[in-house]
């Protein structure tokens, strides 16, 4: 999740995670096989089945880039003991490797929760679970613009546009953070704004004077 970006004592909790499944990686014996799992909005496996190619797992956690979506841990775990239901191995492990956002783990949606318990039970070998927990190096304040979009269909340059930012507080509680609105790496105005938890629409009129492409 973009939380993911925040620095800790060893780059970021990105970097620091990678290097955790790196090392997960290098201590795999020969029977040993293992897949990837993005635990993102909508979990996903990363390779077609679990692999014993410690060649193609490198290379698939070296492309790996952090994202903006949140996380989603209980889909995740999902994904991971259906994986598992395939395998004929003798022991099976789950590595979770996160920084503890709350938003993330989705804790009020019980059905997902009940889903997975359920899904565990009935596994012939029960997994070994083990959560690695990142902590950086100051509190973030969990929140980030997820979208932007003009009101009007058709931008031109003979009036204001009007455009609406969603900003999403993925923590429990308000926070007071800056926004700021600029066009081709201009800032054009600044305010400090307490966003709630969830979505907040901020909205920002600006008339372009050359037709193109631009960045806001």
Request: hydrophobic share 40%.
């Amino acid at each position: 999740s973009y939380s993911m970006q925040q620095a800790s004592r060893r780059g970021t909790l990105f970097s620091e995670a990678k290097d955790i499944a790196t090392s997960i990686l290098d201590e795999m014996a020969s029977h040993d096989n293992m897949l990837i799992i993005w635990a993102g909005n909508k979990a996903r496996p990363l390779l077609p089945a679990p692999t014993y190619d410690k060649a193609l797992l490198r290379r698939t956690l070296q492309k790996l880039e952090p994202g903006i979506e949140s996380s989603n841990v209980p889909e995740a775990m999902q994904q991971a003991l259906w994986a598992l239901e395939a395998s004929n191995l003798p022991q099976h492990r789950v590595y979770l490797l996160t920084d503890q956002q709350g938003h993330g783990w989705r804790a009020q949606q019980d059905h997902l929760w009940s889903r997975l318990k359920q899904h565990r039970n009935v596994l012939k070998i029960q997994p070994q679970v083990y959560v690695t927990a990142l902590e950086p190096v100051k509190n973030l304040v969990n929140v980030a613009p997820v979208a932007i979009a003009s009101r009007y269909p058709v931008v031109d340059v003979y009036r204001k546009a009007t455009f609406e930012v969603e900003i999403e507080n993925f923590s429990s509680s308000e926070r007071t953070v800056r926004v700021e609105f600029g066009v081709d790496g201009k800032a054009l105005s600044s305010d400090r704004v307490k966003v709630p938890p969830g979505r907040t629409i901020r909205r920002f009129d600006h008339q372009f004077s050359e037709p193109g492409d631009h960045q806001l």
